[in-house]
């Protein structure tokens, strides 16, 4: 056999395996269970005020994310070309 007839008979053998394994019935990804939101729970009304979340002030900031996921820290609607990222 010649050097393409083994590559043939080798991608020839590696569809029919991955055709064989399609066709099972267990074939994928295993499965997993749906998420479960946690109950919301009922705060008195004369719990403590709200606390902001980490990050978050009085004026709204532009959100804009770069690709290594920091965030761009200048006003919402800002009128720069670049973006503040930290």
């Known amino acids: 056999m010649s050097k393409m007839d083994n590559l043939r008979a080798m ?3 590696k569809y ?3 055709a064989k394994r399609a066709a099972s ?6 499965k997993r269970p749906a998420p479960v939101a946690p109950p919301a729970a009922s705060a008195p009304a004369s719990s ?3 606390v ?3 990050g978050e ?3 709204a900031l532009c959100g804009h994310r770069n690709m290594s996921g920091r965030t ?4 919402a609607g800002h009128s ?7």
């Open 48 to 50: 403590a005020p709200a």
């Open 52 to 54: 902001e979340a980490p």
């Open 80 to 86: 720069a070309k670049s973006h503040r990222y930290s």
């Open 57 to 59: 002030t009085d004026e």
């Open 25 to 30: 019935p267990g074939a994928g990804a295993p």
């Open 16 to 18: 029919d395996a991955n």
């Open 11 to 13: 991608r020839e053998a």
């Open 72 to 75: 761009c820290t200048r006003e």
